[in-house]
């Protein structure tokens, strides 16, 4: 089925992929600012700005706003990531132009009250004590912060000194400057058609605008070359890698894809093989990749008890660099099928779909059908995957332990 | 009329299909109705390590082929389990269900191969170590054990470090060979299929499986409203749940169970939300409902300072008494609609709807088209509520459990 891109006059980006027979819809709204706009001094603004955002508006409070996408049925979410902060609605489809209406009404007039600044601000600090009962979660966080440094490395909740910074004026000024049509896409999945949307979105959205577009500063990523131990009194010690990698619309972009999935991902993959399969060094062992604007990376969490750690390291490592050398034909197609088998499943409902398109809209400007990344996966070949690796060695690389103890082993 | 047509094999072996014509895709799998309330205390963990085991090899398949066969078919594929049961499923284009059921069937009689049983054992211990440093999964381990402290199904999912390490295999052969039966297992197919090829595929692979036990034979579990505190210096915060006593998940009381636990818990737009969260006495306050065969509860969790422990508490506690007698029917609907949407949505969803399946199999649940999910929400009211909490009443004794920093708490109620 076809994918239809729209923009309005005043820059909003509108991608819709009607699915046949589906009875529910996904819109996801992405606005391309994110942790990295923060002030350095107020580092979360972004997310308290996300936050508070539903805390009322000049005719609804806070319960009210609640309220109104709850008498809808809408299944909410939203996230602040680096470059970019997303609202998400999954609702049925007779309710998009009430759904519209409300995220319209809270974009353009929410009032971010003082109160309300407040006790999300606490509620942040709380989190982030939360975070150290979550160590996975917090080696990634310290991982990408490591790999990446400013501003791309930015944990989105910020930080206790920086959270105190921010106030209920500076969260509004902040809202105000960065919540631009030009920055904004929204992509719908599901049971609804072109004409509706269109005519909805240029309805409520297709007055917005009127400032100069802001300067956008472009962000390279460049990985550093270091270990990093934290020290935690945890049961298993966490490590996490990073890598470069190439971005979403880059030419090898595919052969990366299928790069990583001889890497982690399946039962059959290399390092499930080696590090958990026949060692049984872990339970959880993984590689995954991750886009920015300019570059990509990958990604390697593994979890180890304490001792066992510099041994599983090392066998990751081992992986890692094996890469480069050894790949075979059956690797190959196999990768290439479970990338492809994806496509039929999570990749073929509405919230895969919208998710994909609002992804590939906001990395490289356009958007691919289920059948164009079929197509881009069958065509990789043992070749490209070498040339993809030459171009992006594994190297250098950030390697961060979370756990009792640093390496003996050294990198 | 009923997309629910079922077959039953001679041997025993039952099997549902669930049509969803929407969808180009299959998920398919096995529920065996064997969990960790089928295992004698000092082999806890015993049907988890089995379900690991599973992959580890057959009389046609080592390991290594069971994993690129399976990855052949570039199927979604996992397996669980929990106090009922345990399930095996793989995902994909509707093309490849027969070849899954092959290798799922295969899988579901492992040879539990003598030596990867020590390498996985370690595999185990990993996962009871990263379970450890998660203090709020760990803490619902703790909540059951505490809820019904004389009865199987209190016992930990995963083990301990004791009992998986000396977990033998001749002992998960005989726990196997009893519980894989084909009258205590059930095929599940939901998505787009097609019925005749599935049933004979399921007949070639399963047809000769022999008997075993099937069911269990235990009394109903018995609620204990107690407070047990374990204190964890390596903690940060206070992780605290409490339980109230809930109809089982087979009946029909349930969805009320489920309602109430929205209107009390969601995690946004609750009354726990407005009065806890928003007060900043907790980053997270959310109540569910857990049901059990023959057993059920409503938990609400906590992640709170240590500080403020017992007055967050003594606000939940305040806000579940609250209920009764006051149930707003403006924000009852809302989380009605909500519901209802969720259903709709899983309903699109082939794994979704195979784990609800599951789900409602392993508790002996009717099994519910989305038009009889969508009803029975529908039909909840302050009435039924009323009623219910007259059965089931949120203002006694809780099962607490507080896991954290704090060594005891000054509980009074």
């Known amino acids: ?411 | 009329m009923s997309p629910f047509t079922s077959h039953t094999l001679d041997n025993g072996l039952t099997m549902i299909f669930e049509a969803i014509p929407r969808i180009n895709s299959a998920a398919v799998g096995f529920f065996a109705n064997t969990g960790s309330r089928d295992e004698v205390p000092e082999q806890a963990g015993i049907s988890h390590f089995l379900e690991h085991m599973c992959f580890k090899g057959t009389a046609k398949r080592d390991w290594r082929q069971l994993s690129l066969d399976i990855d052949d078919l570039g199927a979604t594929w996992n397996a669980y389990t929990w106090w009922e049961g345990t399930a095996y499923f793989h995902w994909a284009q509707s093309e490849r269900a027969t070849q899954s059921i092959e290798i799922l069937a295969d899988m579901m009689r492992s040879t539990i191969p003598a030596d990867e049983f020590d390498t996985e054992k370690k595999v185990i211990l990993e996962e009871i170590a990263m379970y450890h440093d998660r203090p709020d999964a760990l803490i619902f381990d703790h909540l059951i054990r505490t809820a019904y402290p004389d009865h199987p199904v209190g016992q930990s999912v995963l083990g301990t470090e004791e009992t998986v390490g000396a977990l033998t295999r001749e002992q998960m052969i005989e726990y196997f060979d009893r519980r894989y039966a084909p009258e205590n297992m059930t095929f599940i197919v939901t998505g787009r299929f097609n019925r005749d090829e599935i049933i004979a595929a399921v007949e070639d692979s399963c047809g000769d499986w022999t008997s075993g036990e099937s069911g269990r034979d235990q009394p109903n579990p018995v609620f204990s409203g107690q407070t047990r505190v374990f204190p964890r210096d390596n903690v940060t915060r206070e992780h605290v749940t409490l339980a109230f006593p809930a109809p089982s998940a087979a009946s029909t009381e349930a969805i009320t169970a489920e309602m109430l636990s929205a209107y009390l818990g969601a995690s946004t737009n609750s009354r726990l939300y407005w009065a806890v969260v928003q007060n900043s006495l907790a980053d997270e306050a959310t109540a569910d409902f857990a049901g059990f065969s023959d057993a059920g509860l409503i938990y609400i969790y906590l992640s709170v300072d240590p500080a403020r422990t017992d007055e967050a508490i003594e606000v939940v506690l305040q806000e579940c008494r609250g209920l009764h007698g006051d149930i707003d029917t403006d924000a009852l609907g809302r989380a009605k609609t909500k519901a209802a949407t969720s259903v709709v949505c899983a309903g699109e969803h082939g794994l979704h709807r195979f784990s609800q399946l599951v789900d409602d199999l392993s508790c002996g649940a009717p099994l519910r088209t989305l038009d009889e999910q969508i009803e029975e929400i529908r039909a909840v009211n302050a009435d039924t509520i009323a009623r219910y909490l007259s059965s089931y009443p949120l203002d006694g004794e809780p099962a607490l459990v507080a896991l954290g920093p704090r060594t005891e708490l000054a509980l009074t109620h």
């Not at chain 1, 005719?59 to 970019?84: C, I, W």
């Not at chain 1, 990583?260 to 290399?270: D, F, H, N, P, T």
């Open chain 1, 1 to 411: 089925m076809a994918v239809d891109i729209v923009e309005m006059n005043n820059g909003i980006r509108v991608v819709i992929e009607p699915m046949e027979g589906a009875k529910s819809a996904v819109m996801a709204m992405r606005f391309g600012f994110g942790a990295k706009d923060d002030p350095l001094d107020r580092l979360g603004m972004a997310r308290v700005a996300e936050d508070v955002l539903f805390k009322g508006t000049p005719s609804r409070d806070a319960r009210e706003v609640f309220d109104a996408f709850d008498t809808l049925g809408v299944r909410r979410g939203s996230t602040t990531q680096v470059e970019h902060t997303q609202f998400q609605a999954q609702f049925l489809p007779e309710h998009f132009r009430s759904v519209c209406e409300l995220y319209e009404e809270t974009f353009s007039t929410a009032s971010f009250p003082d109160a309300e600044v407040e006790i999300t601000k606490t509620l942040t600090l709380e989190e982030l004590k939360r975070l150290e009962d979550s160590p996975i979660q917090q080696a990634m966080l310290l991982t990408f912060k490591a790999a990446l440094g400013e501003p791309l490395g930015r944990a989105p909740m910020g930080e206790p000194e920086t959270l105190e910074q921010i106030t209920s004026a500076g969260v509004r000024r902040f809202w105000t400057e960065q919540c631009r049509p030009e920055s904004l896409i929204f992509s719908i999945a599901g049971g609804i058609d072109r004409e509706t949307v269109v005519s909805t979105i240029e309805d409520l959205f297709g007055g917005w605008g009127g400032d100069p577009p802001l300067e956008q500063e472009t962000h390279t990523v460049t990985i550093a070359d270091r270990l990093v131990h934290h020290e935690k009194e945890s049961e298993q010690a966490h490590i996490g890698i990073v890598f470069g990698s190439v971005a979403r619309g880059h030419a090898l972009y595919y052969p990366a894809q299928v790069a990583i999935a001889i890497l982690s991902g399946s039962g059959s993959s290399r390092l499930f093989t080696e590090v958990r399969e026949k060692r049984g060094l872990a339970y959880s062992v993984s590689a995954f990749y991750r886009a920015r604007r300019n570059g990509g990376l990958i990604a390697l969490y593994a979890g180890t008890t304490a001792e066992r750690a510099d041994e599983t390291l090392k066998v990751c490592r081992n992986e890692i660099d094996r890469l480069a050398e050894d790949v075979t034909e059956e690797e190959l197609e196999r990768s290439k099928t479970i990338l492809k088998g994806g496509l039929f499943t999570t990749g073929d409902l509405p919230e895969g779909r919208a998710g994909s398109l609002v992804e590939d809209l906001f990395l490289d400007g356009n958007t691919r059908t289920l059948q164009e990344i079929a197509d881009g996966v069958s065509a990789v070949t043992l070749d490209q995957i070498t040339g993809y690796l030459q171009t992006c060695p594994p190297t250098p690389q950030t390697v961060v332990i979370l756990g009792p103890n640093p390496l003996t082993g050294g990198p």
